[in-house]
């Protein structure tokens, strides 16, 4: 009932930034967090940040200020814009969300694909 499309992603220089949008798409379901994580080759999957449907907004470690959540009105699509961006940044980035759906009967995780960032000049 629920799917996530993420698009955004691509080469950027160092020092550039990066828009990456979140769609979510379905029906019959309320969401109560978005959110964006990174993994490079080889490593964890980390948080880069998350908001709540009160729009508490959580950053992991060493993200805020480099990045920022945000999301449209309608809530059904999430942005993350990523500013000074270092070769070490590149990773797929990948949005996440938590949904109830069937009124509110049923909780769900939900991954979109993933966006490759790739920072190089």
């Known amino acids: 009932q629920v799917q996530l499309v993420e698009s955004g992603g691509g080469l950027v220089q160092p020092g550039g930034s990066l828009r990456l949008s979140c769609t979510v798409s379905g029906s019959d379901f309320t969401i109560y967090g978005m959110g964006w994580y990174r993994q490079a080759p080889g490593k964890q999957r980390t948080l880069v940040a998350a908001?709540?449907?009160?729009?508490?907004?959580n950053y992991g470690d060493s993200m805020k200020g480099q990045f920022t959540i945000s999301r449209d009105n309608s809530m059904n699509t999430v942005y993350l814009q990523m500013n000074s961006l270092k070769p070490e940044d590149t990773a797929v980035y990948s949005c996440?969300?938590?949904?109830?759906?069937?009124?509110?009967?049923?909780?769900?995780?939900?991954w979109g694909q993933g966006t490759l960032v790739t920072v190089s000049s």
């Open positions: 908001i709540t449907r009160e729009g508490r907004i």
């Open positions: 996440n969300g938590h949904f109830t759906t069937r009124g509110g009967l049923r909780y769900l995780e939900v």
